[in-house]
């Protein structure tokens, strides 16, 4: 099992202890068909979001407008939170951020990463011959940010607060190839779109889209 081809849990969190941002009335969220653009307004924060076409990226563009910004603090989650004894690697999977399920011959490891100013998080899944392995990547553009292991699962990215924008960029990879760095992989998705801004991408996009719906 891959754990239903699933890569990770992402949470981007913009408020600290001030008002909730994407509540009440002022909130608004709107998903563009035609280009594939999702918008959020909030209580001084507007956000754009949308998947890049080329690659196996998803950028956020976060406009913090508030009068007193806050941290952006990007939180990145493994799937299970199951953390079983395993008594002859207890010690080597604790000091390498890592958690292993076994369920009969069939092993899941899950393993948090911080390399170079972005946060990673593997996974492998092996049973005899078997093998898969999936990475998700991500970095902040335009913001100081640093990295930090909250706790067993989960590993935290946080921009500086400051007023304007920056954005967030969320790669993945998979391989069935055990001797293939899946990790390098999806950094390379990231460097491939880090040197474009966001309104460039988008742009590719709308126009990949645009070919789309004209068919």
């Known amino acids: 099992s891959d754990y239903g081809s699933s890569c990770g849990y992402v949470d981007i969190h913009c408020p600290d202890a001030g008002e909730d941002v994407f509540a009440g009335t002022r909130f608004r969220q709107h998903l563009s068909v035609a280009d594939g653009l999702m918008t959020l307004h909030g ?3 507007g956000v754009r979001v ?14 913090d407008q508030r009068k007193t910004p806050a941290a952006i603090n990007i939180d ?32 899941a490891t899950s393993r948090l990463h911080s390399r ?14 078997y093998y898969n392995a999936s990475a998700v990547a991500i970095e ?11 706790n067993e699962s989960t590993v935290q990215l946080s921009a500086d607060p400051g007023r304007g924008k920056c954005v967030v960029l969320i790669a993945s990879a998979a391989s069935f190839d055990p001797k293939e ?16 801004t966001f309104d460039g991408l988008l742009r590719s996009n709308a126009a990949w889209w645009d070919g789309f719906w004209s068919k």
């Open 76 to 107: 990145l989650r493994m799937l299970r939170y199951a953390i079983q004894c395993i008594y002859d690697r207890s010690y080597e999977l604790a000091s390498n951020h890592a958690v292993m399920v076994r369920t009969a011959e069939h092993t």
């Open 116 to 129: 170079n100013g972005r946060i990673l998080l593997t996974q492998e899944y092996r049973e005899r011959q």
């Open 50 to 63: 949308f998947a890049l076409h080329e690659r196996d990226v998803i950028a956020v563009e976060i406009d």
């Open 43 to 45: 209580n001084g924060i």
């Open 181 to 196: 760095d899946v990790a390098g992989r999806a950094v390379r998705e990231l460097e491939s779109v880090s040197g474009q």
């Open 140 to 150: 902040v553009l335009g913001r100081a940010s640093r990295t930090r292991y909250l």
